[in-house]
């Protein structure tokens, strides 16, 4: 009797010695996987945060593109009515008409759009002061309608041009930031350049250097 209750003490010793290194490896286990969820979960969680950023980048842009294309359809009209009364103005008027043949052409980067849209804009702001001397055009209710027009597309463009500069910054600092870097090597993503003011555009505009160019 004592022999086969001695036996059932080391039986039930083994099997508690058994249950409990199985339940250490499966509380290990359990550790393990749930640091894998957690980290799988981080890892999508920062994956969409940096596509989500890019697209705002884009959409930004987009926003400023549909500004542009906006102001570059009120060019024609607003060259065929200061032609009317500029007899010395023609090269201007012939290199506004280029800037905005090559902007429109479709075939320049996000960069060269923006480029191009500072020079067209800088070309126009200078034609605006010439306007001081024709008091006719200065008078001309199409001109003053178009100049008010190009004045709030201006505005429009500064604005958009802002909010782009913004999502631009956010994106560039999860990039290039901890854990955020780790991901956008894997996406292909690298630092995107804001929207900077040129030099010449700080300065006031001069209409004889802009003409004798």
């Not at 989500?52 to 400023?64: L, M, P, Y």
């Not at 604005?159 to 901890?178: E, G, H, Q």
Request: aromatic share 10%; net charge positive.
């Amino acid at each position: 009797m004592i022999k086969i209750l001695k036996n059932k003490i080391q039986t039930y010793c083994l099997f508690y010695i058994f249950a409990h290194n199985q339940f250490k490896k499966n509380k290990t286990m359990l550790v393990i996987i749930g640091l894998f969820v957690f980290l799988f979960i981080i890892g999508i969680v920062i994956y969409n945060s940096l596509i989500g950023k890019r697209n705002q980048v884009t959409n930004a842009f987009s926003a400023i593109d549909v500004m542009l294309k906006k102001r570059f359809d009120l060019i024609p009209n607003l060259v065929e009515v200061v032609k009317q009364y500029t007899n010395y103005e023609q090269s201007t008027l012939t290199k506004i008409v280029e800037l905005r043949a090559r902007a429109t052409s479709g075939n320049l980067t996000d960069e060269e759009k923006a480029n191009l849209d500072t020079e067209l804009s800088s070309a126009v702001k200078g034609l605006m002061v010439t306007v001081e001397n024709y008091p006719d055009l200065k008078a001309n209710t199409n001109f003053l309608n178009l100049q008010t027009t190009w004045t709030e597309s201006e505005e429009q463009i500064a604005a958009a041009r802002r909010t782009y500069n913004s999502a631009v910054t956010d994106y560039n600092n999860a990039i290039m930031m901890f854990p955020g870097n780790m991901f956008a090597g894997m996406l292909g993503y690298t630092k995107i350049d804001v929207l900077a003011t040129p030099e010449e555009e700080r300065k006031n505009i001069s209409a004889k250097e802009l003409f004798n160019n």
